[in-house]
């Protein structure tokens, strides 16, 4: 978990059309191990002040989620672009993203899930 930035907790809507999250729930039930590409839009609208410390990180909104698919199935130029701002933001070579281990957790409960 990021110390500078939170998201918030909710996402569109599916029946807006802004959330094309829901359009791979399955894939995400029969494959969860499987890294995906998704394209989000975000904004900040509140913020978490914490007055004693000094502190305030903004709560990022997602407007707008779009599924693309998996890494072997976007363009190579968008996963080209995702290494170079992570390059750009870090000032490192960042690892292959096909050779990045994503860390597995056990199940969640229904109160962390939100339900």
């Known amino acids: 978990m990021s110390n500078n930035v939170r998201f918030d907790s909710t996402i569109p809507p599916a029946d807006n059309d802004m959330n094309g999250l829901d359009s791979i729930t399955q894939e995400l039930i029969d494959d969860p191990m499987t890294a995906r590409v998704v394209l989000l839009l975000v904004n900040a609208p509140k913020s ?5 410390a000094g502190t305030t990180l903004p709560k990022l909104n997602i407007i707008r989620a779009e599924p ?3 890494l ?3 363009a190579k130029e968008l996963r080209d672009q995702f290494l170079k701002s992570a390059e750009k933001r870090t000032g490192k070579t960042p690892l292959p993203l ?18």
Request: proline share 3%.
């Open 48 to 52: 978490i002040v914490n007055a004693e």
């Open 68 to 70: 693309v698919g998996t």
């Open 72 to 74: 072997g199935e976007v």
């Open 98 to 115: 096909d050779t990045v281990e994503v860390v597995q957790q056990g199940p969640i409960s229904d109160a962390e899930a939100g339900s």
